[in-house]
């Protein structure tokens, strides 16, 4: 029997790690690529898991992030296949096909602190 696949979305998360928190910081390199996506569907894009993705958005992706398709798309086993989970697996969540522990955690940026100078 052929297993059935599915996949996790990591674009937040490999975001995160280049500094970008928010979902308009990559629209303008992708646009430079020549990859013209509406404010909507760039939110889309990096907030949920997409279902359909033209290979040259994925590559621009890849080239702006630095990294490889699998620290990108994760091959997970498909909700309901006969495998069995470790003792440690996490539960996927069905709207967004991340875990329940996955986001951006120690990637966020620091509070800035605002200075006044008190000799004026």
């Known amino acids: 029997m052929t ?3 599915d996949y996790r979305w990591h674009l937040r998360e490999v975001m995160a790690t280049c500094g970008m928190f928010s979902t308009t910081d990559i ?3 992708l646009a430079e690529r020549g990859i013209d996506l509406s404010p ?4 889309r894009l990096v907030v949920e898991r997409p279902e359909r993705l033209s290979l040259k958005t994925l590559m621009a992706l ?3 992030l630095g990294c490889s398709m699998e620290e990108l798309i994760e091959p997970v086993p498909a909700a309901g296949s006969r495998r069995r989970k470790s003792a440690n ?3 996927a969540d069905p709207a967004g096909g991340r875990s329940s522990s996955a986001g951006v955690g120690d990637f966020r940026p620091r509070r800035a602190r605002i200075v006044t100078d008190k000799d004026e």
């Open 27 to 29: 629209r303008p390199k």
């Open 40 to 43: 909507s569907q760039t939110y």
């Open 3 to 5: 297993a059935k696949l």
């Open 62 to 64: 890849l080239d702006i």
């Open 89 to 91: 697996a996490t539960e």
